[in-house]
């Protein structure tokens, strides 16, 4: 079962569940903003994912982080706390299948996910 991590008022999210859907891929979302995030869920991101790829660095969120703050990121624990405290910094969307992971949306990135499933 694939999930999808982000939250419902992004464009980006809303061509990933277009996608999905128009492809009938079976999923499951989990809105940041409703279902919560925690350390621990954070951490499996992170078996995953690198935490630099997982933080949004080009969205509004990072630009409203006061500069010294962006400057503290320095590494897995700086992000995981940085992350709890703004979940919409997260890059979305976050596509998990099993212990394979997407960040982003693309209709070629999505087409390959999806197709290679091993």
Request: glycine share 4%; proline share 2%; hydrophobic share 40%.
């Amino acid at each position: 079962m694939y999930i999808i991590y982000g939250i419902k008022n992004c464009d980006t999210m809303k061509k990933a569940f277009a996608w999905l859907d128009e492809h009938q891929v079976q999923y499951q979302f989990h809105n940041y903003k409703t279902d919560g995030i925690s350390a621990d869920l954070i951490r499996s991101f992170l078996h995953l994912v690198d935490w630099q790829c997982l933080l949004n660095t080009r969205g509004s969120t990072w630009r409203k982080l006061d500069e010294s703050v962006r400057a503290a990121i320095n590494n897995e624990d700086s992000a995981i706390k940085i992350i709890l405290a703004n979940p919409s910094i997260i890059k979305r969307p976050l596509l998990i299948e099993g212990k394979r992971a997407l960040l982003g949306f693309s209709d070629e990135s999505y087409a390959q996910f999806i197709t290679s499933k091993k």
